[in-house]
């Protein structure tokens, strides 16, 4: 039973800050990438972040500059810092790792719920 949890989402002014934190738990071997991405309505789902195990990270040409991904390898968390939050930011935003689980042979993809984030005046 391998799940994320996303936490952290909320309203913010434009200019603001926010961070979003997404936990994976259950029987875990390993985990390599992890990512954020985001879909507002009526919009097809674009990646936001990426970073590898070692900490190597890729953003988006729209986030570069003012978001930055990190994880913490000991908790199984990756983090997602959004600073001067514009109101093209609004979406639902989703984790996602590549897992492999101590019962699996090979690296699944996982998602986690979502959770909103409105920048609105």
């Known amino acids: 039973q391998v799940q994320l949890v996303e936490s952290g989402g909320g309203l913010v002014q434009p200019g603001g800050s926010l961070r979003l934190s997404c936990a994976a738990s259950?029987?875990?071997?390993?985990?390599?990438?992890m990512g954020w991405y985001r879909q507002a309505p009526g919009k097809q789902r674009e990646l936001v972040a990426t970073?590898?195990?070692?900490?190597?990270?890729n953003y988006a040409d729209a986030v570069k500059g003012r978001f930055t991904i990190s994880r913490d390898n000991d908790e199984n968390t990756v983090y997602l810092q959004m600073k001067s939050l514009k109101h093209g930011d609004t979406a639902v935003y989703y984790c996602?790792?590549?897992?492999?689980?101590?019962?699996?042979?090979?690296?699944?993809?996982?998602w986690g719920q979502g959770t909103q984030v409105t920048v609105s005046s």
């Open positions: 996602n790792a590549a897992i492999w689980a101590m019962s699996s042979f090979q690296h699944i993809d996982y």
């Open positions: 970073i590898t195990s070692d900490g190597s990270a």
């Open positions: 259950g029987s875990i071997f390993s985990i390599n990438d």
